[in-house]
């Protein structure tokens, strides 16, 4: 590796999957066990995640063994009650902080089209900020933009800041980035959302018709 890569390689961010939602339109249980043309879900998450960051960890809660077979290091939320991605953000960012990193890209587990250029676009987008933090987006004829809150660029500066706020009861992300000035990312919309997740039957029976 030369140095060039070197310093690319050092600036590339960890990592993080969100998986720990209670998925009652589903049902209940891990939306991200759900079988998608032979494969789970978060299989193929992690196959459009891992080329794009220097490490991978999950966030879920409960008993992590069963999710043994995928490998991962295992984030629970360290905020009681189910508050929300912006947990799950706190969870990655306290993990990244452990292992020396700067930020974190979020993506979540039931999303399996996401693009694969995610952690290159928003890192483009970061260009210039002091505290680099960038959601996701996509335009929409009806709402104008609309950002996607568990697709982002999170700083580990700003982590003792989300702590402070989750312990106030902010729960919306968006109110949280907009506090901090945060940008967005754009992404196109060919034929369909990217960032299409699956949160009902219908949504899955959705995403086996678009894989074929």
């Known amino acids: 590796m030369d140095d060039h890569c070197e310093v690319f390689a050092m600036k590339q961010p960890l990592g993080v999957i969100l998986a720990g939602g209670q998925a009652r339109r589903m049902g209940g249980g891990d939306k991200g066990l759900l079988m998608l043309g032979g494969q789970s879900l978060l299989a193929h998450v992690i196959a ?9 960890a999950l966030n879920a809660n409960g008993d992590p063994a069963r999710f043994g077979d995928f490998d991962l290091p295992v984030l629970p939320d360290s905020v009681a009650g189910y508050p929300g991605p912006l947990a799950g953000v706190l969870a990655g960012l306290d993990w990244a902080a452990e292992r020396g990193g700067g930020t974190i890209v979020t993506m979540a587990a039931d999303t399996p089209f996401f693009p694969c250029d995610l952690v290159p676009r928003l890192l483009l987008s970061s260009e210039g900020m002091d505290v680099p933090l960038v959601l996701a987006a996509t335009p929409d004829p009806e709402r104008g933009q609309v950002r ?20 106030d009861g902010v ?11 945060g940008r967005e990312a754009l992404f196109a919309v060919d034929g369909f959302d990217p960032f299409f997740n699956v949160n009902t039957p219908e949504d899955l029976a959705r995403a086996e018709a678009l894989l074929a």
């Open 48 to 56: 459009r995640a891992e080329p794009q960051v220097a490490a991978l």
């Open 148 to 167: 996607h809150p568990t697709f982002g660029l999170w700083p580990v500066a700003l982590r003792d800041d989300l702590r402070a706020a989750l312990a």
């Open 171 to 181: 729960r919306k992300v968006v109110q949280w980035t907009d506090r901090h000035q």
